[in-house]
């Protein structure tokens, strides 16, 4: 575990106090810990997991249709 000495606003210490009582964690630690996963999950890159790798990779070996233009697609398709 790290510890680190931070200087934050009060705005940014109220949001983490909030985080804190919202969820019940016994400490800003737990809090901050809390944020910085779901900030992970919600802006950083996922690690892609190996299943949906092999998919991708079996997509791109597979043949596309070829087609000229909208109406030439349509016709191949059906649609």
Known sequence: MVQSIIDIEEKQDRIIN???AKFGFKNKSQAIAFIAEAYEK???EP???PEYLDKINKIKKEHG???SNIQELRKITGG
């Open 18 to 20: 909030i985080v804190k």
């Open 42 to 44: 919600s802006f950083l």
């Open 47 to 49: 690690e892609l997991k």
């Open 65 to 67: 249709i070829k087609f």
